[in-house]
């Protein structure tokens, strides 16, 4: 076992921590980290440690929009507008039903032939880096049939559901529109239309101003932390400490006393309260 890439703190930084000198317990304070990191960022909506991230916004019409996972330390491509990039159309008449989809990191082909065999092939975003290659990929797929109209990042690519390829040919889109003039605030993570090549396609829409569309923004920036701010670790710190030291503690009683010994846990709704208060600066809210 080893930590995940989302892990908020180290083994050896937990053990110091909580005075920990033994290895023995090494795997589970590992799998502490990793479960705490999960709960933090569920919790906060959004992840932390700095990676590349590639996302579809919705803009409302707007010269401003936020990054999912800030603070950016870059920002590579942000576009919007639609421009075909690949033609898929059905090779096999005889065919029931023969669909294409674009999810966030493939395309999912699935056929369902005469006789009622069902056929699901999903080709990665990670194998097939470009449309070019993409389409040769589904040309080369039993049943369908592609043809390029241009090359650009998969990544670009529309989402979309099944769309049948039988009674029309479906169209994969792509954002294209990289021309225009942005301001970029790295700390929150705004990106700020300056300026765009307006009419850029032929669109419904107001000047210097993002789309008014469901997620018709597309950024691939890198966000997030590349030293984990202390909160977040302070707040990984202690529920990795409660988890650890509460694991064999009947956690319904707070309170025991034997003759003059007595023993009181800290209230588990102050307990999380001091946590959720760490956690609240960076919490992301929709």
């Known amino acids: 076992m080893a930590l995940a890439p989302n892990a908020l703190t180290t083994v050896a ?21 990793n479960n705490v990191s999960d ?20 803009a409302y019409g707007t010269r401003t929009i936020a990054v999912q996972n800030p603070p950016l330390e870059s920002v590579d491509i942000v576009a919007f507008g639609s421009q075909n990039s690949i033609y898929v159309g059905s090779s096999a008449s005889t065919d029931l039903a023969a669909t294409i989809g674009v999810e966030p990191d493939r395309v999912r082909l699935h056929r369902i032939q005469e006789d009622g065999t069902t056929t ?3 080709l990665l975003f990670s194998s097939y880096p470009t449309t070019a290659l993409l389409q040769a990929a589904i040309n080369s797929t039993a049943g369908f049939d592609a043809s390029l109209v241009k090359n650009a990042p998969v ?21 294209d529109d990289m021309e225009s003039e942005y301001r970029i605030d790295y700390d929150r993570g705004l990106i700020h239309l300056r300026s765009d090549a307006f009419p850029r396609f032929a ?18 920036y890198v966000g997030g932390y590349s030293t984990i ?17 509460g694991r064999d503690r009947d956690r319904t009683m707070n309170q025991e006393s034997l003759g003059d010994y007595s023993y009181t846990v800290r209230p588990w709704a102050e307990w999380n309260e001091n946590i959720r208060s760490l956690l609240a600066p960076f919490r992301r809210i929709r």
Request: proline content about 2%; glycine content about 4%; overall charge negative.
């Open 13 to 33: 930084a937990v053990k110091t921590y909580m005075g920990i000198a033994s290895s023995s317990d090494d795997d589970l304070l590992e799998s502490l980290v």
């Open 39 to 58: 709960q933090i960022e569920r919790w906060c909506d959004r992840t932390f440690a700095a990676t590349t991230y590639t996302e579809y916004l919705d």
């Open 120 to 122: 699901t092939t999903t």
């Open 155 to 175: 990544a670009t690519l529309h989402r979309m559901g099944g769309r049948d390829t039988q009674v029309a040919s479906a169209y994969l889109t792509i954002a």
């Open 203 to 220: 669109e419904h829409r107001r000047d210097n101003r993002f789309p008014n569309q469901f997620q018709s923004v597309f950024v691939q």
């Open 229 to 245: 701010p202390n909160a977040l670790v302070q707040a990984a710190f202690e529920l990795i400490s409660d988890a650890y030291r």
